[in-house]
């Protein structure tokens, strides 16, 4: 089991860069491949990037692809989001996720972060 926490998220203008971080409790964090995920206002919470365990494969949703980078320091606990070139419709509750393998569906992962919100304003 892992506790999850986020943190990094803001307000930025369009065009901008933000880096999330998301650090996990214990010794377990690096048997977990880690995903971000993304919840507009109103909107169902969408996948945005994943991790294997120990950083060697990463994938991401086409609308991120170029743009956002996921990494992990698994000394750290800790997995990142990069995100540049930030457009209006980035906005949204930003998670990270822990799960047993990489994979782009919510259902793949078991444990959560509270998430923090990005704003990207236009």
């Known amino acids: 089991q892992v506790q999850l926490v986020e943190s990094g998220g803001g307000l930025v203008q369009a065009g901008g860069s933000l880096r999330l971080s998301c650090v996990g409790s214990g010794d377990t964090f690096h048997m977990y491949a880690m995903g971000w995920f993304r919840q507009p206002l109103g909107k169902e919470r969408e996948f945005v990037a994943t991790?294997?365990?120990?950083?060697?494969?990463?994938d991401y949703a086409g609308s991120t692809k170029g743009r956002f980078s996921i990494s992990r320091d698994n000394a750290k606990n800790t997995v990142y989001l990069q995100m540049n070139s930030l457009k209006p419709e980035d906005t949204a509750v930003y998670y990270c996720?822990?799960?047993?393998?990489?994979?782009?569906?919510?259902?793949?992962?078991?444990?959560w972060g509270q998430g923090t919100q990005v704003t990207v304003s236009s």
């Open positions: 991790i294997s365990r120990v950083g060697r494969k990463t």
């Open positions: 996720a822990g799960g047993t393998s990489l994979a782009f569906d919510r259902a793949s992962y078991s444990y």
